[in-house]
Protein backbone atom coordinates (compact mmCIF):
# COMPACT_ATOMS: atom_id res chain seq x y z
CA UNK A 1 0.00 0.00 0.00
CA UNK A 2 1.68 3.63 -0.39
CA UNK A 3 1.29 6.09 1.88
CA UNK A 4 2.40 8.98 -0.23
CA UNK A 5 -0.45 11.31 -1.27
CA UNK A 6 -1.18 12.75 -4.50
CA UNK A 7 -3.62 14.76 -6.41
CA UNK A 8 -5.72 13.57 -9.03
CA UNK A 9 -8.79 15.10 -10.93
CA UNK A 10 -12.32 13.34 -10.36
CA UNK A 11 -13.15 13.20 -13.87
CA UNK A 12 -10.39 10.56 -14.19
CA UNK A 13 -11.75 8.50 -11.21
CA UNK A 14 -14.12 5.56 -12.02
CA UNK A 15 -16.67 5.74 -8.96
CA UNK A 16 -18.66 2.35 -10.21
CA UNK A 17 -17.41 0.34 -7.18
CA UNK A 18 -19.46 1.14 -4.15
CA UNK A 19 -20.04 -1.13 -0.91
CA UNK A 20 -23.65 0.90 -0.35
CA UNK A 21 -25.66 3.71 -1.70
CA UNK A 22 -25.43 7.23 -1.38
CA UNK A 23 -26.37 9.02 1.42
CA UNK A 24 -28.14 12.39 0.70
CA UNK A 25 -28.11 14.01 3.94
CA UNK A 26 -24.24 13.08 4.50
CA UNK A 27 -23.18 13.84 1.04
CA UNK A 28 -25.09 17.61 2.13
CA UNK A 29 -23.32 17.65 5.65
CA UNK A 30 -19.97 16.99 3.78
CA UNK A 31 -20.63 18.92 1.57
CA UNK A 32 -21.41 22.01 4.10
CA UNK A 33 -18.23 21.12 5.82
CA UNK A 34 -15.93 21.62 2.95
CA UNK A 35 -17.44 24.53 2.50
CA UNK A 36 -16.69 26.34 5.65
CA UNK A 37 -13.49 25.10 6.35
CA UNK A 38 -12.08 23.41 3.21
CA UNK A 39 -10.87 20.09 2.47
CA UNK A 40 -9.10 18.20 4.84
CA UNK A 41 -5.72 17.62 2.82
CA UNK A 42 -4.73 14.97 5.49
CA UNK A 43 -7.73 12.76 4.46
CA UNK A 44 -7.42 11.53 1.14
CA UNK A 45 -9.42 9.12 -1.06
CA UNK A 46 -8.67 5.83 -1.58
CA UNK A 47 -7.79 4.65 -5.60
CA UNK A 48 -6.68 1.06 -6.36
CA UNK A 49 -3.82 0.40 -9.19
CA UNK A 50 -6.89 0.99 -11.75
CA UNK A 51 -7.96 4.87 -10.69
CA UNK A 52 -11.04 2.77 -9.07
CA UNK A 53 -12.41 4.44 -5.98
CA UNK A 54 -12.42 2.09 -3.24
CA UNK A 55 -13.32 4.73 -0.35
CA UNK A 56 -14.70 8.31 -0.16
CA UNK A 57 -17.70 7.93 -2.61
CA UNK A 58 -19.81 10.33 -0.75
CA UNK A 59 -16.89 13.10 -0.80
CA UNK A 60 -16.48 12.78 -4.12
CA UNK A 61 -20.47 14.01 -4.51
CA UNK A 62 -20.10 16.73 -2.26
CA UNK A 63 -16.78 18.00 -4.15
CA UNK A 64 -18.22 17.61 -7.49
CA UNK A 65 -21.67 19.86 -5.89
CA UNK A 66 -19.59 22.58 -4.79
CA UNK A 67 -17.30 22.84 -7.99
CA UNK A 68 -14.15 21.16 -7.04
CA UNK A 69 -12.16 19.54 -9.58
CA UNK A 70 -9.07 17.71 -7.74
CA UNK A 71 -8.91 15.99 -4.60
CA UNK A 72 -5.90 14.44 -2.91
CA UNK A 73 -5.67 10.45 -3.18
CA UNK A 74 -3.49 8.02 -1.87
CA UNK A 75 -2.73 4.38 -4.27
CA UNK A 76 -3.37 1.03 -2.68
CA UNK A 77 -3.51 -2.11 -4.76
CA UNK A 78 -6.33 -4.42 -4.35
CA UNK A 79 -6.40 -8.53 -5.48
CA UNK A 80 -9.43 -8.76 -6.33
CA UNK A 81 -13.25 -7.41 -6.11
CA UNK A 82 -13.44 -9.09 -2.74
CA UNK A 83 -10.26 -7.89 -1.63
CA UNK A 84 -11.45 -4.17 -2.95
CA UNK A 85 -14.71 -4.59 -0.54
CA UNK A 86 -12.89 -5.62 2.34
CA UNK A 87 -10.60 -2.40 2.00
CA UNK A 88 -13.65 -0.20 1.91
CA UNK A 89 -15.32 -1.73 4.82
CA UNK A 90 -12.10 -0.98 6.64
CA UNK A 91 -11.65 2.42 5.93
CA UNK A 92 -15.59 3.00 6.26
CA UNK A 93 -15.65 1.64 9.68
CA UNK A 94 -12.20 4.32 10.40
CA UNK A 95 -14.66 7.07 10.29
CA UNK A 96 -17.73 5.88 11.76
CA UNK A 97 -17.98 9.20 12.79
CA UNK A 98 -18.81 10.92 9.34
CA UNK A 99 -21.54 8.58 7.80
CA UNK A 100 -22.04 5.62 10.34
CA UNK A 101 -22.62 2.39 8.29
CA UNK A 102 -25.86 1.09 9.41
CA UNK A 103 -26.86 -2.51 8.86
CA UNK A 104 -28.86 -1.44 5.86
CA UNK A 105 -25.41 -0.91 4.68
CA UNK A 106 -24.07 -4.36 5.19
CA UNK A 107 -27.46 -6.39 4.11
CA UNK A 108 -27.63 -4.31 0.83
CA UNK A 109 -24.04 -5.47 0.13
CA UNK A 110 -24.45 -8.88 1.55
CA UNK A 111 -28.04 -9.61 -0.95
CA UNK A 112 -25.86 -7.88 -4.18
CA UNK A 113 -22.06 -9.30 -3.18
CA UNK A 114 -20.29 -11.75 -5.43
CA UNK A 115 -18.84 -14.54 -3.71
CA UNK A 116 -19.74 -17.71 -1.37
CA UNK A 117 -21.02 -16.77 2.22
CA UNK A 118 -17.76 -17.52 3.67
CA UNK A 119 -15.95 -15.52 1.31
CA UNK A 120 -18.25 -12.27 2.22
CA UNK A 121 -18.09 -13.17 6.21
CA UNK A 122 -14.30 -12.56 4.96
CA UNK A 123 -14.74 -9.23 3.95
CA UNK A 124 -16.60 -8.33 6.51
CA UNK A 125 -14.47 -10.26 9.44
CA UNK A 126 -17.97 -12.02 10.14
CA UNK A 127 -18.66 -15.10 11.19
CA UNK A 128 -20.68 -17.01 8.22
CA UNK A 129 -23.65 -17.38 10.27
CA UNK A 130 -24.20 -13.59 10.83
CA UNK A 131 -23.61 -13.38 7.01
CA UNK A 132 -26.14 -15.65 7.10
CA UNK A 133 -29.07 -14.22 8.88
CA UNK A 134 -28.46 -10.62 7.35
CA UNK A 135 -28.91 -12.86 3.77
CA UNK A 136 -32.35 -13.66 5.44
CA UNK A 137 -33.10 -9.89 5.67
CA UNK A 138 -33.87 -9.96 1.97
CA UNK A 139 -37.52 -11.61 2.71
CA UNK A 140 -38.45 -8.14 4.61
CA UNK A 141 -40.59 -6.93 1.94
CA UNK A 142 -39.39 -3.83 -0.90
CA UNK A 143 -41.98 -1.57 0.96
CA UNK A 144 -40.93 -2.46 4.68
CA UNK A 145 -37.50 -1.93 3.74
CA UNK A 146 -38.08 1.10 2.06
CA UNK A 147 -39.29 2.31 4.80
CA UNK A 148 -36.70 0.92 6.98
CA UNK A 149 -34.08 2.72 5.14
CA UNK A 150 -36.03 5.87 5.35
CA UNK A 151 -35.98 6.34 9.04
CA UNK A 152 -32.23 4.91 9.02
CA UNK A 153 -30.66 6.86 6.76
CA UNK A 154 -32.45 10.44 6.33
CA UNK A 155 -32.25 11.46 9.59
CA UNK A 156 -32.75 15.47 9.86
CA UNK A 157 -33.56 17.52 12.88
CA UNK A 158 -37.02 17.14 12.38
CA UNK A 159 -37.17 13.31 11.91
CA UNK A 160 -36.21 11.12 15.08
CA UNK A 161 -33.94 8.19 14.77
CA UNK A 162 -36.03 4.83 14.86
CA UNK A 163 -33.97 1.75 16.26
CA UNK A 164 -34.58 -0.90 13.80
CA UNK A 165 -31.88 -3.84 14.23
CA UNK A 166 -30.77 -7.28 12.24
CA UNK A 167 -31.95 -8.84 15.13
CA UNK A 168 -35.10 -6.44 15.75
CA UNK A 169 -36.06 -7.56 12.45
CA UNK A 170 -35.53 -11.41 12.60
CA UNK A 171 -38.93 -12.39 13.61
CA UNK A 172 -40.75 -10.39 10.83
CA UNK A 173 -39.12 -11.98 7.96
CA UNK A 174 -41.58 -14.81 7.38
CA UNK A 175 -44.83 -12.64 8.00
CA UNK A 176 -46.58 -11.45 4.96
CA UNK A 177 -46.05 -8.29 2.88
CA UNK A 178 -48.97 -6.35 4.92
CA UNK A 179 -47.89 -7.52 8.83
CA UNK A 180 -44.62 -6.56 8.03
CA UNK A 181 -45.76 -3.27 6.78
CA UNK A 182 -47.99 -2.32 9.74
CA UNK A 183 -44.92 -2.85 12.11
CA UNK A 184 -42.72 -1.12 10.63
CA UNK A 185 -44.71 1.99 9.72
CA UNK A 186 -46.20 1.46 13.52
CA UNK A 187 -42.57 1.22 14.83
CA UNK A 188 -41.60 4.51 12.45
CA UNK A 189 -44.51 6.98 13.99
CA UNK A 190 -44.90 5.43 17.49
CA UNK A 191 -47.44 3.18 17.49
CA UNK A 192 -45.29 0.50 18.72
CA UNK A 193 -42.68 0.13 20.68
CA UNK A 194 -39.71 -2.03 20.13
CA UNK A 195 -41.04 -4.34 23.05
CA UNK A 196 -44.52 -3.72 21.40
CA UNK A 197 -43.29 -4.76 18.30
CA UNK A 198 -41.89 -8.18 19.04
CA UNK A 199 -44.92 -8.88 20.90
CA UNK A 200 -47.22 -8.03 17.55
CA UNK A 201 -44.84 -10.29 15.46
CA UNK A 202 -44.84 -12.97 17.41
CA UNK A 203 -49.05 -12.66 17.52
CA UNK A 204 -48.75 -12.80 13.59
CA UNK A 205 -46.63 -15.62 13.61
CA UNK A 206 -49.20 -17.64 15.26
CA UNK A 207 -51.95 -16.19 13.39
CA UNK A 208 -50.22 -17.15 10.12
CA UNK A 209 -49.89 -20.94 11.99
CA UNK A 210 -53.81 -20.61 12.80
CA UNK A 211 -55.09 -19.70 9.17
CA UNK A 212 -52.96 -22.61 8.16
CA UNK A 213 -54.35 -24.99 10.26
CA UNK A 214 -57.81 -23.25 9.89
CA UNK A 215 -57.42 -23.94 5.74
CA UNK A 216 -56.70 -27.62 6.53
CA UNK A 217 -59.86 -28.05 8.77
CA UNK A 218 -62.58 -26.06 6.82
CA UNK A 219 -61.32 -24.76 3.51
CA UNK A 220 -62.85 -27.93 1.27
CA UNK A 221 -65.97 -28.07 4.10
CA UNK A 222 -67.43 -24.76 3.88
CA UNK A 223 -68.46 -21.72 1.37
CA UNK A 224 -65.56 -19.51 0.12
CA UNK A 225 -67.36 -16.66 2.01
CA UNK A 226 -67.45 -18.14 5.14
CA UNK A 227 -63.70 -19.68 4.45
CA UNK A 228 -62.59 -15.91 4.13
CA UNK A 229 -64.84 -14.79 6.84
CA UNK A 230 -63.32 -16.72 9.50
CA UNK A 231 -59.75 -15.83 7.91
CA UNK A 232 -60.52 -12.69 9.05
CA UNK A 233 -61.67 -13.27 12.34
CA UNK A 234 -58.19 -14.90 12.94
CA UNK A 235 -56.28 -11.59 11.70
CA UNK A 236 -58.55 -9.50 14.53
CA UNK A 237 -56.04 -11.51 17.16
CA UNK A 238 -59.09 -11.92 19.11
CA UNK A 239 -60.44 -15.47 18.69
CA UNK A 240 -60.04 -19.39 19.54
CA UNK A 241 -59.17 -21.57 16.69
CA UNK A 242 -61.46 -24.47 17.62
CA UNK A 243 -64.26 -22.29 18.26
CA UNK A 244 -63.99 -20.52 15.48
CA UNK A 245 -64.27 -24.04 13.52
CA UNK A 246 -66.89 -24.71 14.79
CA UNK A 247 -68.43 -21.72 14.41
CA UNK A 248 -67.51 -21.78 10.81
CA UNK A 249 -69.27 -25.73 10.30
CA UNK A 250 -72.20 -24.35 11.95
CA UNK A 251 -72.43 -21.55 9.77
CA UNK A 252 -72.19 -23.63 6.67
CA UNK A 253 -74.29 -25.77 7.72
CA UNK A 254 -77.13 -23.84 8.56
CA UNK A 255 -76.81 -21.80 4.92
CA UNK A 256 -77.10 -24.49 3.22
CA UNK A 257 -79.46 -27.74 1.94
CA UNK A 258 -76.24 -30.24 1.99
CA UNK A 259 -75.35 -31.18 5.44
CA UNK A 260 -72.64 -33.48 6.10
CA UNK A 261 -71.10 -34.05 10.06
CA UNK A 262 -67.93 -35.24 10.51
CA UNK A 263 -68.83 -38.26 12.77
CA UNK A 264 -70.64 -41.30 13.83
CA UNK A 265 -74.10 -41.96 12.08
CA UNK A 266 -75.50 -43.69 14.91
CA UNK A 267 -74.35 -40.82 17.28
CA UNK A 268 -75.43 -38.33 14.93
CA UNK A 269 -78.64 -39.65 14.06
CA UNK A 270 -80.05 -39.84 17.48
CA UNK A 271 -79.98 -36.29 16.95
CA UNK A 272 -82.35 -35.81 14.76
CA UNK A 273 -86.20 -35.40 15.11
CA UNK A 274 -88.53 -38.30 14.75
CA UNK A 275 -89.96 -39.05 11.72
CA UNK A 276 -88.24 -35.80 9.80
CA UNK A 277 -86.84 -37.82 6.55
CA UNK A 278 -88.02 -38.31 3.47
CA UNK A 279 -85.33 -41.01 2.02
CA UNK A 280 -82.44 -42.91 3.32
CA UNK A 281 -80.17 -43.93 0.06
CA UNK A 282 -77.06 -45.61 1.83
CA UNK A 283 -74.19 -47.62 0.86
CA UNK A 284 -72.52 -48.89 4.24
CA UNK A 285 -69.67 -50.98 4.88
CA UNK A 286 -69.43 -54.21 3.12
CA UNK A 287 -67.92 -55.98 5.98
CA UNK A 288 -65.41 -56.94 3.27
CA UNK A 289 -61.72 -55.47 4.98
CA UNK A 290 -61.34 -53.55 1.97
CA UNK A 291 -60.47 -50.60 4.66
CA UNK A 292 -60.08 -49.56 8.24
CA UNK A 293 -63.90 -48.44 8.14
CA UNK A 294 -65.38 -51.74 6.65
CA UNK A 295 -64.09 -54.44 8.95
CA UNK A 296 -66.92 -55.41 11.68
CA UNK A 297 -66.02 -58.95 12.81
CA UNK A 298 -68.09 -61.94 12.04
CA UNK A 299 -71.23 -61.83 10.57
CA UNK A 300 -73.35 -61.94 13.59
CA UNK A 301 -71.41 -59.09 15.22
CA UNK A 302 -71.91 -57.28 11.85
CA UNK A 303 -75.63 -58.08 11.78
CA UNK A 304 -75.73 -56.36 15.12
CA UNK A 305 -73.77 -52.97 14.26
CA UNK A 306 -75.62 -52.55 11.21
CA UNK A 307 -79.24 -53.27 13.50
CA UNK A 308 -78.08 -50.23 15.78
CA UNK A 309 -78.33 -47.55 12.73
CA UNK A 310 -81.64 -48.92 11.20
CA UNK A 311 -83.25 -48.65 14.15
CA UNK A 312 -82.43 -45.29 13.64
CA UNK A 313 -82.98 -44.98 10.06
CA UNK A 314 -86.66 -45.97 10.88
CA UNK A 315 -87.21 -43.55 13.84
CA UNK A 316 -86.15 -40.91 11.66
CA UNK A 317 -87.97 -41.59 8.51
CA UNK A 318 -91.32 -40.33 7.47
CA UNK A 319 -94.36 -42.79 7.54
CA UNK A 320 -94.43 -42.63 3.89
CA UNK A 321 -90.72 -42.78 3.75
CA UNK A 322 -88.42 -45.90 1.80
CA UNK A 323 -84.76 -46.88 2.49
CA UNK A 324 -82.35 -48.07 -0.16
CA UNK A 325 -79.50 -50.06 0.91
CA UNK A 326 -76.66 -51.10 -1.38
CA UNK A 327 -74.23 -54.77 -1.16
CA UNK A 328 -73.65 -57.46 -1.88
CA UNK A 329 -75.61 -60.88 -1.53
CA UNK A 330 -73.57 -61.98 1.02
CA UNK A 331 -73.74 -58.59 3.22
CA UNK A 332 -77.38 -57.75 2.25
CA UNK A 333 -78.26 -61.51 3.55
CA UNK A 334 -77.01 -60.51 7.37
CA UNK A 335 -79.76 -57.48 7.36
CA UNK A 336 -83.12 -59.12 5.60
CA UNK A 337 -84.60 -61.19 8.67
CA UNK A 338 -84.56 -57.19 10.66
CA UNK A 339 -85.74 -55.72 7.75
CA UNK A 340 -88.42 -58.10 7.54
CA UNK A 341 -89.23 -58.26 11.10
CA UNK A 342 -89.16 -54.12 10.84
CA UNK A 343 -89.98 -52.93 7.75
CA UNK A 344 -92.09 -53.25 4.82
CA UNK A 345 -90.25 -55.22 1.83
CA UNK A 346 -90.87 -53.73 -1.44
CA UNK A 347 -88.16 -55.14 -4.17
CA UNK A 348 -84.63 -56.67 -4.46
CA UNK A 349 -82.90 -54.25 -7.44
CA UNK A 350 -80.22 -55.81 -9.30
CA UNK A 351 -77.43 -53.40 -9.97
CA UNK A 352 -75.96 -54.42 -13.75
CA UNK A 353 -72.44 -52.65 -13.32
CA UNK A 354 -71.89 -54.03 -16.74
CA UNK A 355 -67.99 -54.61 -15.88
CA UNK A 356 -66.68 -57.68 -14.05
CA UNK A 357 -64.95 -57.95 -11.19
CA UNK A 358 -62.97 -60.62 -9.57
CA UNK A 359 -61.76 -64.04 -10.03
CA UNK A 360 -62.74 -67.64 -9.95
CA UNK A 361 -64.86 -69.69 -12.29
CA UNK A 362 -68.14 -66.88 -12.69
CA UNK A 363 -67.10 -63.52 -12.66
CA UNK A 364 -69.19 -61.05 -10.39
CA UNK A 365 -71.53 -58.59 -12.66
CA UNK A 366 -74.01 -57.28 -10.20
CA UNK A 367 -74.25 -55.59 -7.20
CA UNK A 368 -77.66 -55.72 -5.15
CA UNK A 369 -80.06 -52.99 -3.20
CA UNK A 370 -82.64 -53.82 -0.72
CA UNK A 371 -85.78 -51.46 -0.98
CA UNK A 372 -87.57 -51.55 2.34
CA UNK A 373 -90.52 -48.86 3.09
CA UNK A 374 -91.45 -47.76 6.54
CA UNK A 375 -95.24 -48.79 5.99
CA UNK A 376 -97.38 -50.06 3.26
CA UNK A 377 -98.33 -46.66 2.01
CA UNK A 378 -94.83 -45.38 0.58
CA UNK A 379 -94.36 -42.37 -1.58
CA UNK A 380 -93.59 -42.87 -5.57
CA UNK A 381 -92.88 -40.91 -8.83
CA UNK A 382 -93.05 -43.35 -10.98
CA UNK A 383 -93.36 -40.60 -13.85
CA UNK A 384 -89.85 -39.18 -13.37
CA UNK A 385 -88.42 -42.43 -14.19
CA UNK A 386 -90.28 -44.10 -16.36
CA UNK A 387 -88.88 -42.90 -19.50
CA UNK A 388 -85.22 -43.47 -18.28
CA UNK A 389 -82.82 -45.21 -21.51
CA UNK A 390 -80.55 -46.73 -19.15
CA UNK A 391 -82.17 -49.82 -20.32
CA UNK A 392 -84.39 -51.54 -23.20
CA UNK A 393 -87.96 -49.18 -22.29
CA UNK A 394 -89.55 -49.58 -25.72
CA UNK A 395 -89.88 -52.92 -27.38
CA UNK A 396 -91.49 -54.11 -30.49
CA UNK A 397 -94.30 -56.56 -30.46
CA UNK A 398 -96.16 -57.70 -33.39
CA UNK A 399 -96.13 -54.41 -35.32
CA UNK A 400 -97.08 -52.44 -32.08
CA UNK A 401 -94.43 -50.40 -29.80
CA UNK A 402 -94.64 -50.81 -26.27
CA UNK A 403 -93.75 -48.36 -24.01
CA UNK A 404 -92.85 -49.66 -20.22
CA UNK A 405 -93.75 -46.54 -17.79
CA UNK A 406 -90.73 -47.51 -15.28
CA UNK A 407 -87.76 -49.25 -15.38
CA UNK A 408 -87.35 -53.05 -14.37
CA UNK A 409 -85.29 -54.28 -11.17
CA UNK A 410 -82.58 -54.76 -13.39
CA UNK A 411 -80.68 -51.59 -13.41
CA UNK A 412 -77.42 -50.90 -15.59
CA UNK A 413 -75.02 -48.45 -14.73
CA UNK A 414 -71.29 -48.43 -15.23
CA UNK A 415 -69.46 -48.39 -12.24
CA UNK A 416 -67.32 -45.69 -11.74
CA UNK A 417 -63.92 -46.96 -12.25
CA UNK A 418 -60.42 -45.44 -12.59
CA UNK A 419 -60.72 -43.61 -15.99
CA UNK A 420 -63.59 -41.72 -14.57
CA UNK A 421 -63.45 -38.29 -15.08
CA UNK A 422 -65.50 -38.20 -11.43
CA UNK A 423 -63.39 -40.82 -10.25
CA UNK A 424 -61.99 -40.67 -6.31
CA UNK A 425 -59.71 -42.07 -3.99
CA UNK A 426 -62.85 -43.75 -2.34
CA UNK A 427 -62.42 -47.76 -3.20
CA UNK A 428 -66.74 -47.99 -3.49
CA UNK A 429 -67.87 -44.79 -5.34
CA UNK A 430 -70.78 -45.00 -6.61
CA UNK A 431 -71.97 -43.66 -10.14
CA UNK A 432 -74.77 -40.16 -9.51
CA UNK A 433 -76.91 -41.37 -11.73
CA UNK A 434 -78.08 -44.19 -9.82
CA UNK A 435 -78.55 -42.01 -6.46
CA UNK A 436 -80.46 -39.37 -9.19
CA UNK A 437 -82.64 -42.61 -10.51
CA UNK A 438 -83.40 -43.34 -6.19
CA UNK A 439 -83.33 -39.71 -5.17
CA UNK A 440 -86.12 -38.52 -8.31
CA UNK A 441 -88.53 -41.52 -7.85
CA UNK A 442 -88.79 -42.25 -3.47
CA UNK A 443 -87.99 -38.56 -2.43
CA UNK A 444 -90.82 -35.44 -3.36
CA UNK A 445 -89.41 -32.76 -4.56
CA UNK A 446 -87.72 -30.17 -1.62
CA UNK A 447 -87.45 -33.41 0.80
CA UNK A 448 -84.69 -34.54 2.67
CA UNK A 449 -82.34 -37.39 1.73
CA UNK A 450 -80.04 -39.25 4.47
CA UNK A 451 -77.47 -41.14 4.11
CA UNK A 452 -75.68 -42.26 6.81
CA UNK A 453 -72.56 -43.33 4.90
CA UNK A 454 -71.63 -40.44 2.95
CA UNK A 455 -68.58 -41.89 1.24
CA UNK A 456 -67.46 -39.82 -1.62
CA UNK A 457 -71.01 -37.44 -1.76
CA UNK A 458 -72.85 -39.02 -4.48
CA UNK A 459 -76.10 -39.17 -3.14
CA UNK A 460 -75.69 -35.81 -1.69
CA UNK A 461 -75.03 -34.62 -5.35
CA UNK A 462 -77.74 -36.48 -6.35
CA UNK A 463 -79.77 -34.92 -3.96
CA UNK A 464 -78.33 -31.44 -4.80
CA UNK A 465 -78.89 -31.98 -8.80
CA UNK A 466 -82.83 -32.61 -7.72
CA UNK A 467 -83.31 -29.89 -5.55
CA UNK A 468 -83.87 -31.95 -2.25
CA UNK A 469 -82.37 -31.36 0.72
CA UNK A 470 -79.89 -33.51 1.96
CA UNK A 471 -78.15 -34.73 5.57
CA UNK A 472 -75.18 -37.03 5.91
CA UNK A 473 -72.52 -38.58 8.13
CA UNK A 474 -69.10 -39.68 7.38
CA UNK A 475 -66.45 -40.97 10.22
CA UNK A 476 -63.23 -41.47 7.97
CA UNK A 477 -61.79 -37.93 7.64
CA UNK A 478 -60.25 -38.85 4.18
CA UNK A 479 -63.61 -39.56 2.85
CA UNK A 480 -65.08 -36.69 4.50
CA UNK A 481 -62.70 -34.58 2.94
CA UNK A 482 -63.55 -35.59 -0.35
CA UNK A 483 -67.62 -35.69 -0.49
CA UNK A 484 -66.99 -31.82 1.17
CA UNK A 485 -64.66 -30.81 -1.56
CA UNK A 486 -66.80 -32.34 -4.19
CA UNK A 487 -69.84 -31.02 -2.94
CA UNK A 488 -68.75 -27.59 -2.65
CA UNK A 489 -67.35 -27.90 -6.63
CA UNK A 490 -71.11 -29.02 -6.86
CA UNK A 491 -72.39 -26.26 -5.85
CA UNK A 492 -70.20 -23.78 -6.67
CA UNK A 493 -70.94 -24.62 -10.36
Known amino acids: MTTDIVTIKITEL ?12 GVERIAKRIDTIGYAQNKPILVDQNKILRDGHHRVVACKSLGIAELPVAYIHVDDELHGAQVSFRANEAEEDTI ?11 WSAEGTQAEIADVLGWSVDKVKRYSALRKVTGQAWDAIVTAISYVTEEVTYVTFTENLL ?45 DEAISHVVSDDIYMGAVDEVRTGTYDLKSLIEWAVAKHNKETAIVIHHGDCIEGMKLLPDESVDLIATDPPYNMDKADWDSYGNAEEFAGWCESWMVECKRVLKPEGGMYI ?17 MTYRNWIVWDTIQGAGGGLWTNRYESILYYSKTSETYEDTD ?35 SHTDRTEHITQKPVEIMER ?17 GSGTTAIAAHRNDRKFVGYERDEANYKTAMRRVNDEISD
Open 14 to 25: NTGSMIRKINTD
Open 384 to 418: AVKLERHEQNIREYKGRTYEFKNPSNVWRFPVVDG
Open 438 to 454: IVTASCPYGGVVLDPFV
Open 170 to 214: RPIIRLNPDQQIDLVDGLICGKYTTVSFKKQAENYKQQNIDVVAL
Open 326 to 342: FGINRMLSHLQKWLDEN
Open 100 to 110: PQTFIDYAEYI
